[in-house]
């Protein structure tokens, strides 16, 4: 599978956006994706994820407020929504897909554990 993450931009504080992850060559409901993201001088941090069916989702703790992970199967994509968008939450985003081959309601936290990684889409807030 392919990713594909876009929906980024430059926009100012209390805004918000929508970042899509777009998949491509596979049926993206076999994978359990996760959106990740890279702040300048910071190591990349995991902030969402959700598992093959969409049934489970699981947020850092103090985001949790503001993201929300979903997914369309239809389109094959997943969607991170982000609300009151602060100047920390400057960064590159990245989706990132887990090839699930189980039935149970299964989440992937750890970055080494994708396979699949999408390029990132930057999302810059500021005043």
């Known amino acids: 599978v392919q990713l594909q993450a876009s929906g980024g931009g430059s926009v100012q504080p209390g805004d918000s956006l929508r970042l899509a992850c777009q998949a491509y060559?596979?049926?993206?409901?076999?994978?359990?994706v996760g959106w990740f993201r890279q702040a300048p001088g910071k190591e990349r941090e995991i902030v969402a994820a959700?598992?093959?069916?969409?049934?489970?989702?699981w947020h850092e703790e103090t985001l949790r407020a503001r993201f929300a992970i979903s997914r369309d199967k239809p389109k094959n994509a997943v969607y991170l929504q982000i609300v009151n968008l602060k100047p920390e939450d400057t960064a590159v985003y990245y989706c990132?897909?887990?090839?699930?081959?189980?039935?149970?309601?299964?989440?992937?936290?750890?970055?080494?554990?994708?396979?699949?990684w999408g390029r990132g889409t930057l999302v810059t807030v500021s005043s």
């Open positions: 990132a897909a887990h090839r699930w081959y189980k039935s149970d309601e299964g989440l992937v936290w750890d970055a080494n554990d994708y396979e699949h």
């Open positions: 060559g596979d049926t993206f409901s076999n994978y359990a």
């Open positions: 959700i598992s093959w069916s969409g049934e489970s989702t």
